[in-house]
T-cell receptor, first 112, second 112 residues
Framework: GENVEQHPSTLSVQEGDSAVIKCTYSDSASNYFPWYKQELGKRPQLIIDIRSNVGEKKDQRIAVTLNKTAKHFSLHITETQPEDSAVYFCAARWAAGNKLTFGGGTRVLVKP | KAGVTQTPRYLIKTRGQQVTLSCSPISGHRSVSWYQQTPGQGLQFLFEYFSETQRNKGNFPGRFSGRQFSNSRSEMNVSTLELGDSALYLC???????????FGPGTRLTVL
């Protein structure tokens, strides 16, 4: 069935360093891969997404890469800041419609 | 535009009761998806409604049901509540044919 694995589950970085979170998915038919950031007590918010026909996408300090052959995609955050501390979720969409399967989440802590 | 809203924000019920949660999507959005978020299971897809029809369904028991009205507002119902149903229930809306799902603040359900 559909499955998304996310690693690591926790990540601690020094302010200014880079953070990388990796996800693998099970079904090669997946076509859309969003990343959400969820701060404590708040709703998940989309930070970046990528479609299956694109290999890389960048938005300021955030980038996502997709390797369809290996069925994995990664989130890269450069020059991390304390406000980047949150839980990050990757997700993948397979079927028509909007069913997202989420990874287990990565708790990122940026130490000042 | 106003964001996705959910009511109520907090709910306490006892085992065996039933509960109805409401979600109002962003104006013009016709797709509404529901997710359950728990510390142990993460974010899990419940179902998606589009134009008053259920388009996708997750792996939850029949106690979980939903519907969508002609104005795109959606409700989900959980009958015969169990302790394990305690969770944050999130809904998300998206435009017809759109990729991005915008989440509401969630309803925190506690079952005693």
């Amino acid at each position: 069935g559909e499955n998304v694995e996310q690693h690591p589950s926790t990540l601690s970085v020094q302010e200014g360093d880079s953070a990388v979170i990796k996800c693998t998915y099970s079904d090669s038919a997946s076509n859309y891969f969003p990343w959400y950031k969820q701060e404590l007590g708040k709703r998940p918010q989309l930070i970046i997404d990528i479609r299956s026909n694109v290999g890389e996408k960048k938005d300021q300090r955030i980038a996502v890469t997709l390797n369809k052959t290996a069925k994995h995609f990664s989130l890269h955050i450069t020059e991390t800041q304390p406000e980047d501390s949150a839980v990050y979720f990757c997700a993948a969409r397979w079927a028509a419609g909007n069913k997202l399967t989420f990874g287990g989440g990565t708790r990122v802590l940026v130490k000042p | 535009k106003a964001g996705v809203t959910q009511t109520p924000r907090y709910l306490i019920k006892t085992r065996g009761q039933q509960v109805t949660l409401s979600c109002s999507p962003i104006s013009g959005h016709r797709s509404v998806s529901w997710y359950q978020q728990t510390p142990g299971q993460g974010l899990q897809f419940l179902f998606e409604y589009f134009s008053e029809t259920q388009r996708n369904k997750g792996n939850f028991p029949g106690r979980f049901s939903g519907r969508q009205f002609s104005n795109s507002r959606s409700e989900m119902n959980v009958s015969t509540l169990e302790l394990g149903d305690s969770a944050l229930y999130l809904c998300a809306s998206s435009e017809a044919g759109g990729d991005t799902q915008y989440f509401g603040p969630g309803t925190r359900l506690t079952v005693l």
